[in-house]
């Protein structure tokens, strides 16, 4: 896997990890092609260097989803990423916070949204609806009581496909660990005592919507308890019922570009889910353009599934997104370094946009997106 980037804090979160948690951050479906395809999608496109202009400031604020962020970077929503270390994620939220960009609260958070709401970040609810819609209108109640304003609609999970590694290691696929994944949890001491500091760990943002007792228990429950029947009457009930900023992500073509748009949602996330559903499929960064130019500037668009570069960033932006999402470089850096980690994978990021931003002759990110193909070399 091209880690780019955030090389070194991945083969660091590596060896930390059991190996159970290691292969969830790195697998994909099936063969992982699409998982590949997301980062060598990247390697056709280049920055073309421009000389002679004033690149004495460089400003990456970013305007998307109704929100003002000092980086075009937004930290995904990541299930379980409380199990990757004991910072869980609360520190991920204070290292986004401390940089000035969003967070997405994953439906299977660790820590429950009225936690992360605490801190005081930015963040927004991503939500699965579940068969029993009372679940779901109890999730978009909680959501409103502490405060957030914006929540994520994944919609490209209407079934759990087979990830190998997950199977070979029984993750959602057994209620209760094995001798085996015992042993192989105990066999990483550091991992295990930073996480028991505070007491056995529950899949905390949905606790109360089942009655099991373990992280393992929880996740099968609640992973089968995703409606597949869910369609556009569905979106269009939800934007009924949530009044604030509502995004859908999981969408790759400009024909479900357009109904969303026309069930009137804030924005979009162009996303494979990193290479964890469908397989093969496109790169995210190759349907892009065509769902840009569908939709105009009626909805913000961010694209997600295999930024691991400064420059994968630039590209996205000239391509047409307003933003990028991150998924595993952040959650690599929590699990081998915390909050700490987290906050330097967000600034080797900011400092390589900068960097591909300045020696292009681009000053801001309104003009990376005016000069759109223009600031690109396509091999």
Same mark, same amino acid.
């Given at each position: 896997?091209?880690?780019?980037?955030?090389?070194?804090?991945?083969?660091?979160?590596?060896?930390?990890?059991?190996?159970?948690?290691?292969?969830?951050?790195?697998?994909?479906?099936?063969?992982?092609?699409?998982?590949?395809?997301?980062?060598?999608?990247?390697?056709?496109?280049?920055?073309?260097?421009?000389?002679?202009?004033?690149?004495? +400031?460089?400003?990456?604020?970013?305007?998307?989803?109704?929100?003002?962020?000092?980086?075009?970077?937004?930290?995904?929503?990541?299930?379980?990423?409380?199990?990757?270390?004991?910072?869980?994620?609360?520190?991920?939220?204070?290292?986004?916070?401390?940089?000035?960009?969003?967070?997405?609260?994953? +439906?299977?958070?660790? =820590?429950?949204?009225?936690?992360?709401?605490?801190?005081?970040?930015?963040?927004?609810?991503?939500?699965?609806?579940?068969?029993?819609?009372?679940?779901?209108?109890?999730?978009? =109640?909680?959501?409103?009581?502490?405060?957030? #304003?914006?929540?994520?609609?994944?919609?490209?999970?209407?079934?759990?496909?087979?990830?190998?590694?997950?199977?070979?290691?029984?993750?959602?696929?057994?209620?209760?660990?094995?001798?085996?994944? &015992?042993?192989?949890?105990?066999?990483?001491?550091?991992?295990?005592?930073?996480?028991?500091?505070?007491? &056995?760990?529950?899949?905390?943002?949905?606790?109360?919507?089942?009655?099991?007792?373990?992280?393992?228990?929880?996740?099968?429950?609640?992973? =089968?308890?995703?409606?597949?029947?869910?369609? %556009?009457?569905?979106?269009? %009930?939800?934007?009924?019922?949530? #009044?604030?900023?509502?995004?859908?992500?999981?969408?790759?073509?400009?024909?479900?570009?357009?109904?969303?748009?026309?069930?009137?949602?804030?924005?979009?996330?162009?996303?494979?889910?990193?290479?964890?559903?469908?397989?093969? =499929?496109?790169?995210?960064?190759?349907?892009?353009?065509?769902?840009?130019?569908?939709?105009?500037?009626?909805?913000?668009?961010?694209?997600?599934?295999?930024?691991?570069?400064?420059?994968?960033?630039?590209?996205?932006?000239?391509?047409?997104?307003?933003?990028?999402?991150?998924?595993?470089? %952040?959650? %690599?850096?929590?699990?081998?370094?915390?909050?700490?980690?987290?906050?330097?994978?967000?600034?080797?990021?900011?400092?390589?946009?900068?960097?591909?931003?300045?020696?292009?002759?681009?000053?801001?990110?309104? #003009?990376?997106?005016?000069?759109?193909?223009?600031?690109?070399?396509?091999?």
């Amino acid at each position: 896997m091209d880690d780019g980037a955030f090389a070194a804090a991945a083969r660091k979160a590596r060896r930390r990890l059991p190996r159970l948690f290691a292969d969830y951050i790195d697998g994909g479906a099936h063969g992982e092609r699409t998982m590949a395809r997301n980062r060598s999608s990247f390697a056709q496109w280049g920055v073309v260097p421009r000389a002679l202009r004033d690149v004495s +400031t460089v400003d990456l604020t970013t305007r998307c989803f109704n929100r003002t962020w000092k980086l075009p970077v937004f930290l995904a929503p990541v299930g379980f990423a409380g199990m990757f270390h004991h910072h869980g994620e609360c520190g991920a939220a204070h290292a986004a916070g401390s940089r000035g960009v969003g967070m997405g609260i994953s +439906t299977f958070s660790i =820590a429950p949204m009225e936690t992360l709401a605490a801190t005081g970040v930015d963040v927004m609810a991503q939500i699965y609806v579940l068969r029993d819609r009372a679940l779901t209108r109890d999730m978009l =109640a909680r959501a409103r009581a502490c405060g957030i #304003s914006g929540i994520i609609l994944t919609v490209d999970t209407a079934i759990t496909p087979v990830r190998e590694r997950d199977v070979r290691n029984g993750f959602r696929h057994l209620s209760r660990p094995t001798l085996w994944q &015992m042993a192989s949890l105990l066999n990483h001491p550091a991992w295990v005592a930073g996480l028991m500091r505070g007491g &056995m760990p529950v899949v905390g943002n949905v606790d109360a919507y089942t009655t099991a007792r373990n992280v393992m228990g929880q996740a099968r429950d609640i992973a =089968a308890r995703i409606d597949p029947t869910l369609g %556009w009457d569905d979106l269009a %009930w939800l934007r009924e019922n949530w #009044s604030g900023t509502l995004v859908v992500k999981g969408v790759m073509t400009p024909e479900d570009a357009l109904r969303a748009a026309d069930a009137g949602v804030d924005g979009l996330v162009v996303s494979n889910h990193g290479g964890r559903q469908m397989d093969p =499929a496109p790169a995210t960064l190759d349907v892009l353009p065509g769902i840009a130019a569908a939709v105009g500037e009626r909805v913000d668009i961010m694209l997600d599934s295999g930024i691991r570069r400064g420059g994968d960033v630039v590209t996205a932006l000239a391509l047409g997104a307003h933003a990028v999402s991150i998924g595993r470089p %952040w959650v %690599w850096g929590l699990a081998a370094g915390g909050a700490t980690g987290v906050a330097a994978a967000i600034d080797t990021l900011a400092q390589e946009i900068r960097d591909v931003m300045a020696l292009a002759g681009l000053c801001d990110i309104q #003009s990376v997106r005016a000069a759109g193909r223009t600031a690109l070399w396509r091999f």
